[in-house]
């Protein structure tokens, strides 16, 4: 059964970056889709960036131009570099995989146990 590592949470203030792993037991397929989604203090867990076949990406809106997804063809490693970060960027950040594509919390079926974002101000 797969599962899924997340690593290099931490406390930053703003302005810096981070860059966050998900770390699986075994390589990718190349159909897979692996997302990171985030959940705030209080709020609902919510989807902020996805990568799948043939390197096509998808973001949030509030993350656009400020977060990069990226994995290696063939490798069992996605990052989710973070520049610009803010303190509404504050959550706990998980990583997903699905064999489908989607954008919400159902569509996938194994989740890390999530690393701490804080951003101070």
């Known amino acids: 059964q797969l599962q899924l590592v997340e690593s290099g949470g931490g406390l930053v203030q703003a302005g810096g970056s981070l860059r966050l792993s998900c770390t699986a037991s075994?390589?990718?397929?190349?159909?897979?889709?692996v997302a990171w989604f985030r959940q705030p203090p209080g709020k609902e867990r919510e989807f902020v960036a996805l990568t799948r076949s043939f390197d096509r990406t998808t973001y949030a809106d509030t993350v656009k131009g400020r977060f990069t997804i990226s994995r290696l063809t063939g490798g069992n490693t996605v990052y989710l570099q973070m520049n610009n970060l803010k303190p509404e960027d504050t959550a706990v950040y998980y990583c997903?995989?699905?064999?489908?594509?989607?954008?919400?919390?159902?569509?996938?079926?194994?989740w890390g146990q999530g690393t701490q974002v804080t951003v101070s101000s």
């Open positions: 075994r390589r990718f397929y190349t159909s897979a889709v």
């Open positions: 997903a995989h699905s064999s489908r594509y989607g954008l919400d919390v159902q569509t996938y079926d194994t």
